[in-house]
């Protein structure tokens, strides 16, 4: 079995990337990281040299449940780094890691189309195997006619990335951002202009949480705060929304980003159509050392499914997301079962069902597991108030115990009285 994958002529020798983040921060890290196990870092973005990046502090904060980091905002912005520094570090990389794939990562306003071929031939000199353009970053630099600003037009999108096609001796990536009503035009628009591949996404526009005692925002610059980019586990859904429909408005390479944290988050968005999976971060979180595990995971999935090879793992899964009009077409009278051996009758179901449903499940009793103990609780279908939409099957806190057949009926089934017709009166 091999973890190897090819990615825009190179070959990787597993599909896990460092996103361009605090962890390419430096080439020293991004070589720390190589020594690992990553196959694949794009540095952290540059921009022109004339344009001076100041932080703010603080400018990183975490949304946890139960102790764990669900979400991340920041509001830092591109390197801090001399471009010189950067391009000697690159040099360097290269010459010591030739079979790591190095991406530059490059950044410039989106009306000055002169400093991103610069920008293109500086990171050709130095080496890199492919450059990401860098049309995401949802904070900071909009305000200076750079990053999510210019994937949010798609003529914009356009220029760059043509400017930086005609430019370039290397593959091209164009990392859009998420924040559109749609993603399927300026990844249509990446493509006209000559991209290579798309990155997607970026990080998502938000606001981590307000200290209710303190009433100031989590992320707060002295009471203040600005709408940051929002990562981690919680934007998966939406990256795996972008994958999909930019494969299907390109048909290109995808490098999938967002909300990765373990092996199986990288498998759901190869099956949905990616090529490559990049971290930032889990990596900020745990360390460049979850390489090992995500490898492990991912070969003990391939060795479970009698897959040889990550081509193999790789799905057109993106074809299958499609219209409302066409699901109903697809949908079957779905009712719900409930295995009354392993039902706890925590009733969690059927408060679910009467206060946001459709009153379908009731408590009933049922002999003890033990005989001697008399009755125990198990929830009980109503069937015929049951519209099959899953809720109880989403809340039931017991593995398996409750699931959906096709009861066969006729479909869309009448709605039972109590509901159609019980007017509020
Ligand atoms: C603190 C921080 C800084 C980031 N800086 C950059 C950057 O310089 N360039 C860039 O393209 N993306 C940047 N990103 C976005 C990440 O590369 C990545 O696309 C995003 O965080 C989603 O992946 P994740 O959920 O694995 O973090 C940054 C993200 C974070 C959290």
């Known amino acids: 079995m091999s973890l190897k994958t090819e990615f825009l002529g190179f070959e990787l020798e597993n599909p896990w990337c460092l996103a361009s983040a605090p962890p390419t921060a430096t080439g020293k890290l991004m070589s720390d990281a190589f020594e690992v196990g990553w196959g694949a870092a794009i540095m952290k973005t540059v921009g022109p040299v004339e344009e001076p990046i100041i932080n703010v502090a603080p400018r990183i904060h975490t949304y946890k449940k139960w102790n764990r980091e669900i979400a991340m905002q920041n509001i830092e912005l591109i390197t801090d780094r001399k471009l010189s520094v950067w391009l000697e570090e690159l040099k360097v990389l290269k010459k010591r890691y030739p079979k790591k794939m190095v991406i530059g ?46 994937s949010q037009d798609p003529e914009i999108v356009y220029n760059i990335v043509s400017t930086c096609k005609g430019a370039s001796k290397v593959p091209i990536l164009t990392k859009l951002t998420p924040n559109v009503t749609n993603i399927k035009v300026m990844a249509a628009a990446a493509k006209r202009g000559g991209t290579d591949a798309i990155t997607v996404i970026n990080t998502v526009n938000g606001i981590i949480g307000v200290d209710v005692y303190s009433r100031k925002p989590h992320l707060s610059v002295n009471g203040y705060t600005a709408v940051g980019g929002i990562s981690g586990n919680a934007v998966k859904p939406i990256g795996l929304k972008c994958v999909a429909e930019c494969k299907q408005a390109t048909e290109l390479p995808i490098s999938a980003t967002g909300g990765i944290t373990t092996w199986s988050d990288g498998v759901e968005y190869l099956i949905m159509g990616a090529s490559q999976l990049q971290l930032c971060t889990e990596v900020m979180i745990r360390g460049f050392k979850i390489i090992s595990g995500l490898n492990q995971g991912i070969e003990k999935y391939m060795t479970e499914m009698g897959y040889t090879s990550i081509d193999e793992v790789k799905g057109t899964l993106y074809k299958n997301i499609t219209s409302f009009d066409y699901l109903l077409k697809q949908s079957h009278s779905e009712k719900v079962r409930v295995n009354e ?17 459709y009153d379908a499940l009731k408590l009933k009793g049922v002999p003890a597991h033990d005989r001697t103990k008399g009755t125990r609780n198990v929830a009980d279908v109503i069937v015929d108030h049951c519209t099959g939409c899953n809720l109880c099957v989403a809340v039931c806190p017991v593995p398996e115990c409750m699931s959906l057949y096709d009861s066969h009926e006729q479909f869309p089934y009448d709605l039972h009285t109590s509901y159609a017709q019980n007017t509020l009166t």
């Not at 051996?341 to 449903?357: K, L």
């Open 105 to 150: 990562s490059i950044m410039a306003p989106g009306h000055e189309m002169d400093a991103w071929a610069r920008l293109i031939e500086e990171m050709n000199r130095v080496g890199c195997d492919a450059i990401e353009l860098n049309l995401g970053c949802p904070h900071g630099m909009p305000e200076r006619d750079m990053g999510a600003i210019c």
């Open 341 to 357: 051996e392993t039902c706890t009758g925590c009733n969690i179901c059927v408060v679910a069902c009467r206060d946001a449903g």
